[in-house]
């Protein structure tokens, strides 16, 4: 345990999370619980490529360590990358491979692995149970709600680890409310894109998503915004006091996609497609300047939140009350009580009705005001 002193020693904290990019992201915010504590700390981040990256990006000040395989030779690579050994590690991740890499580090540091509730049996029986019923029943609001968001389970595990190594007097701290959070400075933000973007109002539409049965039918999306269109004009009666932008988000793969959502709303202002040209990092700068997100359940919709951005979240195969809804209060979830949903743990597995109804349910008017209001509340702001 550390002692409290007039000079805190530094708390040196490793941290395993490599894989998915949104929970990645969600993971952050047990840095933003570190920064509550009010003593120094150095924190060791044991990942994966491409999130890695971002991570790196977002704070330059943790130590990122690559993990490539699962041997021996691994384990003892990541050891010598530590000048000093650690008070505590956080096992997010808990595979095997993480479980046998953290195992060494704490053999090697004399300390103990932490870890955190990932709920999977949970999430498996509600796979189960919408498998068996299929569409016979409607979802209920328990299974739309979540008790308890991914991160703040994530959040959790530190908070146990924390109360091994803290002094009394600084328990109450780690009882703090914290999110995840990219940080992004004014230097940061030098890319002629990025100055087009603070420019003007934007609204951020990422069509794309890890597995394709994630990824709601384009007519959804082209309806909400044309919706959005049709709103923003009633409410001003002048197309040029309401111009708003797109910008497109995604990974090179989703580029298609982005393009082929361009041509059929042919959008009367302007638009930036910056799927596929842009880094991980540099989405995170784009969705700082953006109003508002348009997206699936997806890496970017935490990403946004991450650096303030509300997201309107289109949710299909996976289910709210995995865990992974938004967390701002400004930002909503769309989706449908059709009782088939969840139908996989991580919306791999194509619709087994082959309609998508999960998608095609939406009501994309609802999606348009809720974009409206988003861009209103934040334009006043």
Excluded at 230 to 256: M, N, T
């Amino acid at each position: 345990m550390l002692g409290e002193t007039p000079n805190h020693p530094t708390l040196r904290v490793g941290i395993y999370r490599s894989t998915s990019i949104g929970d990645v992201v969600l993971a952050t915010s047990c840095i933003s619980m570190l920064d509550k504590l009010g003593i120094p700390f150095k924190v060791y981040w044991i990942g994966k490529q491409p999130a890695l990256g971002l991570v790196a990006s977002a704070f330059p000040e943790v130590t990122t360590i690559e993990v490539k395989s699962i041997d021996g030779a691994s384990s003892a690579r990541i050891l010598e990358t530590f000048p000093e050994p650690l008070h505590l590690i956080l096992d997010l991740q808990k595979t095997l491979r993480s479980k046998l890499i953290c195992s060494n580090l704490a053999k090697a540091f004399g300390i103990k692995v932490f870890s955190w509730r990932k709920e999977s049996i949970k999430r498996g029986s509600l796979i189960a149970k919408a498998r068996v019923l299929g569409r016979s029943k409607p979802l209920t609001e328990s299974n739309l709600t979540p008790k308890k968001l991914q991160y703040e389970m994530m959040v959790d595990g530190l908070r146990k680890a924390l109360e091994s190594q803290l002094p009394p007097e600084r328990i109450d701290s780690i009882y703090q409310k914290v999110c995840p959070s990219i940080k992004i400075t004014e230097e940061q933000l030098t890319q002629p894109w990025q100055k087009e973007l603070r420019f003007g109002s934007w609204i951020a539409v990422a069509p794309g998503a890890t597995h394709l049965a994630k990824q709601a039918p384009l007519r959804v999306f082209e309806e909400s915004l044309k919706y959005f269109r049709d709103q923003l004009f009633a409410q001003s009666g002048d197309k040029k006091s309401h111009q708003v932008g797109i910008v497109f988000l995604g990974d090179e793969k989703e580029r298609e996609l982005c393009v082929k959502l361009m041509d059929h709303l042919n959008w009367p202002f302007s638009t930036l497609n910056l799927s596929g040209k842009i880094s991980l990092w540099e989405s995170a700068l784009a969705l700082r300047e953006a109003k508002a997100l348009l997206c699936n359940d997806s890496a970017l919709a935490h990403i946004a939140e991450a650096v303030g951005t509300p997201v309107s979240a289109l949710f299909g195969p996976t289910i709210e009350s995995f865990g992974f809804a938004p967390h701002l209060a400004e930002s909503k979830t769309f989706s449908s009580t059709i009782g088939c949903r969840p139908c996989s743990k991580h919306g791999k597995t194509p619709c087994r009705y082959q309609d998508y109804r999960c998608f095609n349910d939406i009501d994309t008017f609802s999606v348009a005001k809720k974009l409206l209001e988003l861009h209103s509340l934040n334009r006043e702001n």
